[in-house]
Structure formats: structure tokens, C-alpha cells
């Protein structure tokens, strides 16, 4: 019941014995996400204690990997040095890069996706939540306790609407949650998502969620109609936002009639998706959706 990250996953933390990095780390913990180490060159030999669970440092990537198998880095470093970071993880082979981190340079963001894609890791974000498959790991900043495991997979650009959603239909539950950031360029996109669910037999229903600016809702609607058969809904914030202005997210910016919220929901719509025009009505479509599955059977 998984996408991307589950209870076998090793995780490292880039960026652990930091402010940021400490916090999330303790969290991540106590949802049960098997961290395996931190990563600080200036700190490697070290062990910090949470809350009695010591968690080594070490000096590079590489080396965690071959100290403890991890396979996920979630990176806490500031924008400055997150290109280095995730190269560094990429060139070190690692399966899975989080990035957290907001306020990355795009032409940093482009450069580090880029070549994190030609070694073989995924990366989800910059400026993203991260992801969590509840009940067996949580690789971010997703509270864990507003939901519990089930059979919904939601896809998400925004943090804030991703815990509303999770936390409404907390009652159904989920495969996994993953928030792939709202940059203009982010290392793992809806349509990536959706073929993962669209592939795992645990998962019956997708959520999208998605904002104004940028034309990845309408391919993602696109994919939808060619290749999802599983139930999809939608939600596009953005709908009252001011033509030309950039709302919240780097990449949520309307020019004309491109990338409007309106523009996103008839795409979707054309496709099959159910679109609701709050989270709450989206989250009443996904019940009556899993309700009709559920008399069918």
C-alpha cells in the first residue's frame, strides 16, 4: 500500500544536526520512518540522541549508504548548498531525494533534477512537504497524525492543501500522500504520480490537486484520459487569484488565459475528473466516488 516509500525504506537526513533538520527529524522518528543517519561533513562521527534513539552522522552520502543501506535523502540544507546536496546524493546512487528546501534558484533546480534524472533517483520537490505512506514512513514534513493508512493516493503541489485534504478524509484513509512542491521546475510531477498509482494494486482512488500557472494540470489531464482507468478527482486552488500576479508558489503565476484555475478544471473535467471548487466538496466527491465503487462490488 505504497508508492515511492514505505516501512522498509532506509532514510538519511541532509542537513540533520541543523534547526530545521533536528525538528523534522524527531518527527519523522516518532511516525516511525526508519532513519538510518544524518549527513554533515563537518559533523561525521558523531551521534545525536532522540529521545533515546541514537542516530549516527556521517561524513558524506556515500558513506551512510554503505554504512546503513539507505535508499532516501531527505535534504534540510539551506537554498544555497541544496544543488550540491542533491548531486552529491545522486552521484552517491541513492534512489530517492526529498527536497524540502524553498527559495532554491530555478537555474539550481534545473541543473539538479537534471542530473539526478540521468543517474536513475527520483527527486520530489524543491519546496515541497515530502511524502508519507501512513502507517509506515513519513520522509518530510507531513504531520503524521492527521490521517491513517487506506487506499486513497493524493498527489499535491501545495503543502497546506495536501494536511487539509488528508486531515478530511481522515476517516477513508491513504496509500500515500506526496506533495511534488509548487516550483516551477520540481523532479517528480503529477503525471509521475499518477502512473505509480495507476500501477499499485492498493490504491483505489486518486486525488489531484493543483494550482494556478504553468500547464502540468491540463497534461496531467491529458494522461488521465489515455492511461488512468482507476477514479480521479481534482481540486485547483487559485480560482479569486489576479490575472499577471504571482500567488504563493514560485510557479503559480496566471498570464492571459493561460494556466487559469478555470482553464485547469475544464481540462481535468473533459478527462473524467470530478473537480471540486473547495477541498470540502472535494473531499464529499471522493466519498460519494468510493461509495458508488463500494455498491457496485
Known amino acids: 500500500m505504497a508508492i515511492h516509500l ?5 532514510v538519511l537526513v541532509q542537513g540533520m544536526t541543523g534547526g530545521e533538520g533536528m525538528k523534522h527529524t524527531r518527527r519523522m522518528l516518532a ?17 545525536v540522541d532522540f529521545d533515546g534513539r541514537p542516530v549516527p552522522v556521517f561524513g558524506s552520502v556515500s558513506d551512510g549508504m554503505r554504512a546503513t543501506g539507505a535508499d ?19 552521484d552517491a546512487g541513492i534512489g530517492l531525494a526529498v527536497v524540502i528546501t524553498e527559495g532554491i534558484p530555478v537555474h539550481d533546480s534545473v541543473a539538479f533534477t537534471a542530473h539526478a534524472r540521468a543517474r536513475g533517483t527520483r527527486v520530489i520537490g524543491p519546496n515541497c512537504p515530502g511524502l ?6 513519513n520522509a518530510g514534513i507531513i504531520p503524521a497524525d492527521i490521517t491513517k493508512p487506506g487506499r486513497i493516493g493524493l498527489v499535491s503541489k501545495s503543502g497546506t492543501l495536501t494536511y487539509q485534504l488528508m486531515y478530511e478524509l481522515r476517516d ?3 496509500s500515500t500522500c506526496v506533495g511534488i512542491g509548487g516550483d516551477p521546475v520540481v523532479g517528480t510531477t503529477h503525471i509521475d504520480c499518477l502512473a505509480a498509482f495507476e500501477d499499485d494494486p492498493d490504491t483505489d482512488l486518486i486525488v489531484l490537486i493543483g494550482e494556478i500557472g504553468g500547464d502540468a494540470e491540463e497534461r496531467a489531464a491529458a494522461y488521465v484520459h489515455e492511461h488512468v482507468t482507476k477514479p480521479v478527482v ?50 464529499k466527491l ?10 457496485t462490488l
Open 6 to 10: 514505505t516501512k522498509d525504506s532506509k
Open 31 to 47: 511516525a516511525g520512518t526508519n532513519i538510518v543517519g544524518g549527513v554533515n561533513p563537518r559533523k561525521a562521527g558523531r551521534t
Open 72 to 90: 532516501v535523502t531527505v535534504v534540510f540544507v539551506p537554498p544555497a548548498f541544496a544543488k550540491a546536496a542533491v548531486i552529491e546524493a545522486a
Open 132 to 137: 508519507i505512506t501512513p502507517g509506515q514512513s
Open 172 to 174: 477513508i484513509g491513504f
Open 234 to 283: 481534482g481540486y485547483i486552488a487559485g480560482f479569486t487569484a489576479p490575472e499577471g500576479r504571482t500567488m504563493g508558489h514560485a510557479g503559480a503565476i496566471v498570464s492571459g488565459s493561460s494556466g487559469t484555475a478555470q482553464a485547469k478544471k475544464e481540462a481535468l473535467e473533459a478527462a473524467g475528473v470530478r473537480v471540486g471548487s473547495t477541498p470540502t466538496e472535494t473531499a
Open 286 to 295: 471522493v466519498l460519494a466516488l468510493l461509495d458508488d465503487r463500494q455498491r
